[in-house]
């Protein structure tokens, strides 16, 4: 129930025009599943599929309608978050890590615990390449797994602080 890499890049291209226009903060969101292939060698494909049906179906179920998801890439999704600046944008990626970490998918006796690394990065006053701002949020997200896996980084050092459950975020 997530979008495809090629329809969250239009989106990420028609939300930098609207924030350029109308001068509103943008930001995305990319998370990578941690030692998803592990996982998926033990499950089996069947088994890694549920596990990324699980994190889509939490996705859906904590984030705003107007937030748009997407998946990016194997085991990346991709969260674009109009009208969002970056301490808000790293409140709710912190949001989305635990809601993630507290995931338990069984799938024919196998468990799997769930945790991802994530980016955070906003878009930039003059930013209309969509490549760029992806590029950075993809640099962070490498960091997050460099840095140990399992935590948020943000590319813009908007500090990321502890969230409360991720369900707060629907109300909004």
Known sequence: QCFNRGHIMQVIEAELRRARRTRSPLSVVMLDIDQFKTMNDRAGHLGG???LSAIGN???AVLRHSD???RFGGDEFLIVLPDTPAAGAAYVAESLRR???DLAVTVEGFTASVT???GVATARIDELEPAALVARVDRALYDAKEAGRNR???ADGAEVAPATPARVLRAS
């Open 58 to 60: 939490r996705l859906r």
């Open 152 to 154: 948020v980084v943000s």
């Open 68 to 70: 748009v998801r997407g």
């Open 116 to 118: 991802a690394s994530v």
């Open 49 to 51: 599929d549920a596990i």
């Open 99 to 101: 809601e993630i970490e």
